[in-house]
Nanobody, 125 residues
Framework: QVQLAESGGGLVQAGDSLRLSCAASGRTFGGYAMGWFRQAPGKAREFVAAVILTGSTTYHADSVKGRFTISRDNNAKNTVYLQMNSLKPEDTAVYYC?????????????????WGQGTQVTVSS
């Protein structure tokens, strides 16, 4: 069993930055990728970014490229970050981290088997 805990959300103004953290505990051995998704009220959960745990390859949604960066902690391998810069009101959502165990596309929520409880990010204009 894997537990994922997100932190770092909050209320900020447009143009500000936030860094989200996701700490994994429990049976994390053998994971393929960790990803960040977000869900705004009334909308489907959407892909934000992912990092391949067996290497360093990262993926970012077009809507956040150049503003958001996913990374892993070099010391605490089970911790993943999402640095969010130049935040916009449309980035407002609950942000979730997730663990994917099997090889495959990182873009779809259905491929991830473990999820955190989410952290709220609200960007005011």
């Amino acid at each position: 069993q894997v537990q994922l805990a997100e932190s770092g959300g909050g209320l900020v103004q447009a143009g500000d930055s936030l860094r989200l953290s996701c700490a994994a505990s429990g049976r994390t051995f053998g994971g393929y990728a960790m990803g960040w998704f977000r869900q705004a009220p009334g909308k489907a959960r959407e892909f934000v970014a992912a990092v391949i745990l067996t290497g360093s390859t990262t993926y970012h949604a077009d809507s956040v490229k150049g503003r958001f960066t996913i990374s892993r902690d070099n010391n605490a391998k089970n911790t993943v970050y999402l640095q969010m810069n130049s935040l916009k009101p449309e980035d407002t959502a609950v942000y979730y981290c997730a663990l994917r165990r099997t090889f495959g596309s990182v873009y779809f929520p259905s491929g991830y088997s473990s999820w955190g409880q989410g952290t709220q990010v609200t960007v005011s204009s």
